[in-house]
Nanobody
Framework: QVQLVESGGGLVQAGGSLRLSCAAS???????????MGWHRQAPGKQRELVAR???????KYADSVKGRFTISRDNLKDTVYLEMNSLKPEDTGVYYC??????????WGQGTQVTVSS
C-alpha cells in the first residue's frame, strides 16, 4: 500500500497560478517501486478525467485542455509529483486527485484537493 499526501489546492482568480504537490510513502515497511505518477480531476457532475501523468523516465502526457498551461514534474528521490498550473480558467475547477501506480500495490489514489478558479 502507498500513502499519498496532496497539498496546494485553493481558490484563485482566472489567469492565476497554483502548484499542487503529492508525496508518496510506503505503509507496509517494504520497499516500494513507483512507476507512473499523475493527476486527475473531477468537476461537479462530470467524470474523473486525466489531467497529466509522468513516468519514471520523466516522459509526460497531458490532456489537450491543459497543454501549454500545466506542467507536471516529479522528484524520484522524494517520491513526489508536482503539477504547476498557469493561466487557470474557471473550467479547471474541480477536485484534483493524485494517482500513483506502484509495482506491488497497483493503482493508488490520494484523497483529493479542491481547486476553484473564479471568473
Amino acid at each position: 500500500q502507498v500513502q499519498l499526501v496532496e497539498s496546494g489546492g485553493g481558490l484563485v482568480q482566472a489567469g492565476g497560478s497554483l502548484r499542487l504537490s503529492c508525496a508518496a510513502s510506503g505503509t507496509s515497511g517494504r520497499i516500494f517501486v513507483i512507476n507512473t505518477m499523475g493527476w486527475h480531476r473531477q468537476a461537479p457532475g462530470k467524470q474523473r478525467e486525466l489531467v497529466a501523468r509522468i513516468d519514471s523516465s520523466h516522459n509526460a502526457k497531458y490532456a489537450d485542455s491543459v497543454k501549454g498551461r500545466f506542467t507536471i514534474s516529479r522528484d524520484n528521490l522524494k517520491d513526489t509529483v508536482y503539477l504547476e498550473m498557469n493561466s487557470l480558467k474557471p473550467e479547471d475547477t474541480g477536485v484534483y486527485y493524485c494517482n500513483v501506480q506502484e509495482m506491488w500495490s497497483g493503482n493508488n489514489w490520494g484523497q483529493g484537493t479542491q481547486v476553484t478558479v473564479s471568473s
